[in-house]
């Protein structure tokens, strides 16, 4: 009985391989109502109905490397490219700052344009001027050497997908020089050092089996980290999987409730991706058990040009329009924005 199996998982935490298996494959509206209602009642013990809100500074969209999926990788001529200034940084935590917002997500392309130093140099100025402020990385595969002088610097936590814990799969969706064991390694450095780590995966991708996501699911039991970043893969024109279809809505957030029961205390975003391919995506990963959403505080002029894929949500609004919507959203649901750096709180977490 499917039932069962979600009780088994409230209380462990894990499943077998074959049980995740028979859980993902033979789900119904009726199972998924009822793992929602449990990954709430996880959520609301750890962290009640406060929904934390990060400030998303897209500042680059140049990368060097050519993931098949992303609308920003370098083969992509139709991309208008842009970099943002130190002063725009800056001035787009200034804005955040104001609107509530207490942690600065920077993330972009892999743009070897910054360097260690002016990122280093980034970190501790806004540490200087907002000092009660998360920072987050999200800027890719670096050294262990560069994350730590990121870490000296002051950035707090990193967000970095595995995307598929399959080799066979990774391989599908990457050129060559891109490899799994690299971003794997990326991932335990910024563990060791002592971030608070995101991991994640999307949903749906090309060639993606159920039997994957089980390898995604357990390589994060292994990984134990303090946030999952899930969201449906969605097509980008301009990329070799441009006709490919879009990740699901219910898949998606049939995978945010198991995440919720694996990792009680995780930080869980209710992603942009998933407000892209339906309107209420965002509240209903929320009501799957997700506590997170990120508004993006990226400059409106740039805006259009981080398209990582067709369609995305909010590229025509200011950061202000962003984080009211959000919590007229949230309140709406019956959830709070809290105006907090919402770290992790506690639990098992392990190097
Ligand atoms: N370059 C950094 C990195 O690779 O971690 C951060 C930026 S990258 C664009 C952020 C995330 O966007 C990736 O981890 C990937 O999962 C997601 N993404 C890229 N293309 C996507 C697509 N077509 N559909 C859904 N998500 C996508
Ligand atoms: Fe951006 Fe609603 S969150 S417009």
């Known amino acids: 009985e499917q039932k069962l199996l979600v009780n088994k998982l409230k209380q462990d935490n894990l499943l077998s391989k074959e049980e995740f298996l028979t859980l993902l494959k033979q789900s119904s509206e009726e199972i998924s109502e009822y793992l929602f209602s449990l990954a709430r009642e996880v959520r609301q013990k750890i962290y009640g109905n406060s929904v934390y809100i990060r400030g998303l500074i897209e500042f680059t969209n140049f990368c060097k490397n050519d993931c098949f999926y992303c609308g920003i990788r370098k083969s992509n001529a139709n991309a208008e490219r842009y970099r943002l200034l130190e002063d725009e940084i800056l001035s ?5 700052y104001e609107l509530g917002f207490r942690t600065y997500v920077l993330q972009g392309g892999e743009d070897g344009y910054y360097k260690d130093d002016f990122i280093c140099n980034l970190i501790s100025r806004i540490k ?3 000092s009660d402020c998360a920072i987050t990385l999200s800027i890719g595969e670096r050294s262990y050497d ?4 990121y870490y000296q610097a002051g950035a707090d936590r990193y967000l970095l997908r595995h995307e598929t814990a399959s080799e066979e799969h990774y391989q599908k969706l990457h050129p060559s020089n891109l490899t799994l064991s690299n971003r794997k390694r990326c991932l335990w450095d910024l563990k060791s ?5 995101g991991s994640g995966f999307m949903v749906g991708s090309p060639y993606q089996k159920p039997e994957n996501l089980i390898e995604d699911l357990l390589f994060l039991h292994e990984l134990q980290p303090h946030m999952v970043g899930i969201g449906p893969f969605i097509p ?3 990329t070799p999987f441009a006709s490919e279809s879009a990740g699901t809505l219910e898949l998606t957030l049939y995978l945010i409730g198991i995440l919720r029961l694996m ?13 892209t391919i339906h309107p209420l995506g965002r509240e209903k990963g929320i ?5 997170v959403v990120m508004p993006n505080l990226s400059p409106r002029e740039v805006r ?4 990582l894929y067709d369609n995305k949500i909010c590229t025509g609004d200011e950061a202000a329009e962003c984080r009211f919507c959000m919590e007229r959203r949230m309140n709406k649901i019956g959830y709070e924005i809290a105006v907090d750096r919402g770290d992790y709180k506690g639990g098992k977490c392990y190097v």
């Open 193 to 197: 050092i002592g971030y608070q780590v």
């Open 263 to 275: 990792f009680p205390n995780a930080l869980l975003p209710s992603t942009t991706a998933l407000g």
């Open 92 to 96: 787009a935590c200034e804005i955040g």
């Open 128 to 130: 200087r001027d907002y």
């Open 236 to 238: 980008h024109k301009d």
């Open 304 to 307: 259009s040009k981080y398209m």
């Open 146 to 149: 560069s994350y730590l002088s």
């Open 287 to 291: 009501l799957a058990g997700a506590n």
